[in-house]
């Protein structure tokens, strides 16, 4: 099947439809607009674009930290005709201004903060920078508040006010690219993925019709929006819907997510392993682990208590109104995910990547077949590389709606990204059962090959390590034909401990070493655990980059 809605059409209609609700705030401040304001905000940016000579399908770059104004460039860019170009605010400058340069981009919007690190020079064929803060916009050329300007010649453009029936974008063809995104994956410098508008409806439209959120609901925005997974789930799909949406605007660390999620009570909540894994590690573990609770928990009255206890706790430090959660961006760790399944906690994980805009699988919780990825959508085909796909992992590779059309001005990586008979290559290895769930196993340039020709896949030893005393985060590499884990520990879990970071450490790894060895195959044991001063290096949607270690 293929879903045939057009893309500016859609939140036009939204605009329409949702006109004097909420659409976008920045959390912590007063900083909001209606579907109104945020219509009467795209139509000034358009006539900023007329004024700069912009055409359909030229590129405008977009830089800055997820804000209700960085959703209005981002929209009127689209609604324009024009290819929008999001970049991660945490990219090096010299790569910001590789991206804006290597994506032809004609204009740049960029935040305060964004641009006091740019070498403007550097971005010699951009015909005007543009600075936002808040609902302030100004142009950096020339040091004028294009805010003041552009809301007079609004003014006089309609004398008579703004109503919904104004609201009229021109019907470009789903074909047209929408989104020129750069990635930072984990294996070496982003590529530009053109996005269309037929790869987006593909994603929102399944998403309407599948996800839990109603007209009117609240999103609490945490992923970043240059980034596909945060820009569809939690930005072009509830603004769909006409939703309300509240950007965070700074790093989802689990103290600031609580009182987030306490006063925004979201519907529904798109979040990444992360997030979960430490809440699972910081507040569910340490109460378990009690020795009265332990005891309780293997007697049949007394767990189900306690299981209905802690849910109900999580539920309400989640805000208490949500449907459920969605994971996605990297598989969630497997005694977490089983440990919230157990207790009935209402989580499933979904998979994709940037170059399905970027759904591939998914299923809800009432339908979520436990440690799997979801169901392959209904407007893709999925096929496993492998004499035996329920058996034998291979190569995802995918067909359908969602892909790409390529990756921009590359034409030998666009190539080498499909098959000869024109399916996607994930570089992602896993298996498929007879129901259309995918099942993970790990990355195909992460896999590593043993000396006796077994198949290890590190990031299954990792999930097991990760749980064990005093780990944040570890990598498993090969060294001169042995497996080395590298660990960076929790020092100041240890030193709250009263142990030392010295010989008391060594000790406690090296019993993790030996536990960890005693659950794994022979060929996946561990030679050595090498520590860590500093935590891994890692991407925006916090995957770890494993090539700068593996060389």
């Known amino acids: 099947m293929r879903y045939t809605e057009n893309f500016i059409k859609l939140y036009e209609q939204s605009l329409r439809d949702n006109f004097e609700l909420p659409a976008l705030s920045d959390y912590g401040t007063d900083v909001s607009f209606t ?12 006539d900023l674009f007329t004024e700069q000579g912009i055409h359909p399908g030229d590129s405008i770059a977009l830089v800055g930290k997820n804000s209700a104004y960085w959703g209005v460039i981002f929209l009127a860019t689209v609604t324009y005709g024009a290819v929008i170009v999001p970049i991660l605010q945490d990219f090096h400058p010299h790569d910001i201004q590789h991206i804006v340069n290597h994506s032809d981009s004609v204009l740049f919007f960029a935040s305060d903060s964004s641009l006091k690190d740019l070498d403007e020079s550097q971005m010699p064929a951009l015909k005007m920078i543009y600075s936002f803060s808040g609902k302030q916009l100004n142009n950096r050329k020339e040091s004028e508040n294009l805010s003041a300007r552009l809301t007079d010649q609004f003014n006089k453009k309609y004398p008579n006010g703004f109503n919904r029936e104004m609201i009229n974008y021109t019907e470009f063809p789903n074909k047209n690219v929408a989104i020129l995104n750069y990635t930072s994956g984990t294996s070496g410098f982003s590529k530009g993925v053109l996005i269309t508008g037929d790869n987006l409806i593909g994603n929102i ?33 509830p603004l769909s819907k006409g939703c309300h949406i509240t950007l965070l605007g700074k790093t989802p660390a689990p103290n600031v997510l609580m009182k987030a999620f306490e006063e925004i009570k979201p519907n529904l909540i798109i979040s990444v392993p992360l997030i979960l894994e430490k809440i699972y590690k910081n ?72 170059e399905c805009a970027p759904l591939i699988s998914f299923s809800l919780y009432s339908d979520y077949t436990p440690l799997s990825c979801g169901k392959v959508l209904p407007n893709l ?31 030998e990586e666009t190539q ?7 399916w996607l290559k994930t570089g992602d290895l896993g298996t498929m059962d007879k129901n259309n769930d995918i099942f993970i196993r790990g990355r195909s340039k992460c896999m590593i090959l043993s000396s006796s020709g077994q198949n290890i896949y590190p990031e299954e030893i990792e999930a097991k390590l990760n749980n064990f005393p005093y780990v944040i985060e570890s990598l498993v590499i090969s060294k001169n034909n042995r497996l080395i884990a590298l660990v960076y520990p929790d020092y100041d879990a240890i030193r709250a401990a009263g142990l030392s970071t010295g010989e008391d450490l060594k000790k406690v790894m090296l019993e993790n070493k030996e536990a960890l060895n005693s659950m794994v195959a022979s060929f996946e044991k ?26």
């Open 416 to 422: 080498h990204a499909f098959t000869v008979d024109g």
């Open 35 to 46: 579907y109104k304001e945020l219509a009467i905000e795209i139509e000034k940016i358009h």
């Open 381 to 411: 085909e999925v096929r496993i590389d492998s004499p035996d796909p329920y058996l034998i992992a291979g190569e995802i590779q995918v067909a359908g709606q969602n892909v790409m059309q390529g990756y921009y001005k590359n034409g």
């Open 526 to 551: 561990i030679a050595e655990i090498q520590l860590c001063e500093n935590e891994f290096e890692k991407t925006p949607k916090r995957s770890i980059k494993r090539y700068l270690y593996t060389d």
């Open 205 to 237: 439209i399944y998403a309407q019709r599948t996800m839990p959120l109603e007209k009117g609901n609240t999103m609490l925005s945490l992923l970043p929006l240059a980034h596909a997974y945060g820009c569809t789930f939690e930005f072009l799909f």
């Open 283 to 354: 507040t569910i573990v340490p109460v378990i682990n009690k020795p009265l609770i332990k005891i309780a928990l293997k007697l049949p009255g007394l767990n189900a208590a306690i299981y209905s206890s802690v849910r109900k706790k999580l539920i309400h430090a989640f805000g208490g109104k949500f449907n459920q959660i969605v994971i996605g961006g990297a598989p969630l760790n497997k005694d977490v995910e089983e440990f919230f399944l157990k207790i009935g906690f209402p989580v499933s994980v979904g998979y994709g990547m940037t």
